[in-house]
């Protein structure tokens, strides 16, 4: 009986226990609440934009001259697609022109997301023939400063505000032809690389047909393919963690040079 | 001397009452927190929802193919339980310098200038020249809803041009 006014402390400390691991766990889940379906809709709408953007890429119209606009009055206009399909069809390569041209056209379509996600669109003909038709890469073009975190290495990259992105017609060798046979798979052995190591990528593909002309001037249809793989911008070189790089062959900037990977046989262009 | 101290049956459990008094308040700010967590998540995710809702039926096959055609697609949407604007603009491709969402203006057709390309359920808008996405709602009264807003790529055909643009989709409860 004497001891009555300690049990009911007792009692009530575990009450509190009790009380507490419930509010621990109430509180966990509601912070992890929806993040599954924020997930979910985040992609959803990464996939739905990877898809309108394939689709808007091939089927607009474009000028044929890369210095005017869809919306200058006297530019001569055509699809974009039967631009580059006319082009490949004489001499099976993409000239520079054209490819300034649909580059231009991607460029303007992805310029919403372009300070967020880089992003590389190819055309590429899979199978026995192996060839690369057009590749672009948009890449962010990151700097690298010291965090000034006292006994630690912590860098910040962020994008060079002078010149925030860089784009490269890839894929092609010094004479300006596309990559074929080994080259080819060497390349796309190089891409499978990347697409594993950037985190999550939203793509889209779509088959198409390129036509090519014979001796006696009718055309044979064959099949390609377009591709679009968007991801969050990253730094695509070497880091402490990763020796080889997945895109340049140098560690951080800054550099004098860009060194990219021979094996992508990339050439710089701008369009603006 | 056995009741020596004691103050009653109620008493002699009153220090009990102190654990016992923080654990109910501590248990009932988690539930009320926890609850209005749910709640808050739930209307952004409805909010996410009826906004993909408005964008997958005006984007249809990411081909628009006239004015008219738009329009259908608008009246498609029916009733949904938020305000939105949705509107297709060419600033983004024809790289037009705008400092916020609200400058951005709706696209007109080349052929008519009075077939502008916008879709919402607001019953009162500003008719402005041009009109841009603060013809719906002001940068100031944006400031005290919580917005959703969306971008997709998406081919009109104007003009006997099919021109590549983007179809912007704005909601708030």
Known sequence: MNKKGQASVTD????????????????????????????????????????????????????????????????????????????????????????????KSISAILAPVEDTLDYMFYIHIPGDEQKIVYLLVHVTNF?????????????????????????YFCGLNDDFKSFEGPDYKTLMAKMTKLRANIGPTSEAS??????????DSTFDSFKAEANLILWDAV??????????????????????????DPAWGCQDVSFS | MLNKGFIGPIGDDLPSLIPLLFGLVMFFSTFTLTFNAF??????????????????????????????NFQELCDNIG????????????????????????????????????????????????????????????LENAQDERLVSRIFPIVVEDNKKVKPMHLFVVAWR
């Open chain 1, 12 to 103: 009530a400390l575990y009450f509190l226990l009790i009380v507490t691991f419930l509010s621990v766990f109430l509180f966990g889940f509601a912070n992890s609440y929806g993040s599954v379906i924020r997930e979910q809709l985040n992609d959803e709408y990464n996939t739905t934009f990877a898809t309108n953007a394939l689709k808007t890429i091939l089927y607009s119209s474009t000028p044929r001259n890369p210095d005017k606009t869809i919306f200058d009055d006297d530019a001569e206009i055509d699809y974009l697609l039967a631009l580059v399909k006319e082009d490949y069809s004489d001499d099976l390569q993409v000239n520079e022109t054209e490819m300034n041209v649909l580059g």
């Open chain 1, 143 to 167: 700097q690298r400063d010291d965090a000034d975190v006292p006994a630690r290495e912590f860098y910040v990259y962020s994008a060079d505000p002078t010149n925030p992105h860089l784009n």
């Open chain 1, 206 to 215: 779509s088959a198409i047909k390129l036509v090519k002309e014979r001796n």
């Open chain 1, 235 to 260: 730094w695509l070189g070497q880091t402490s963690e990763r020796t080889q790089g997945l895109f340049y062959n140098v560690e951080a900037p800054p550099f004098d040079t860009i060194d990219i």
């Open chain 2, 39 to 68: 709640d808050q998540r739930n209307v952004e995710f409805d909010n996410d929802i009826a906004v993909m809702r408005v964008s997958r039926i005006l984007q249809s096959n990411s081909y628009l193919y006239s004015y008219d």
């Open chain 2, 79 to 138: 009733v949904v339980n938020i305000k939105y604007i949705a509107f297709l603009s060419t600033d983004a491709v024809r790289r037009s310098d705008r400092d916020t969402l609200f400058e951005i203006e709706v696209f007109a057709s080349e052929e008519d200038d009075d077939l502008m390309f916008f879709c919402t359920n607001l019953k009162e808008y500003e008719n402005d020249d041009p009109m841009t996405l603060s013809s719906f709602i002001t």
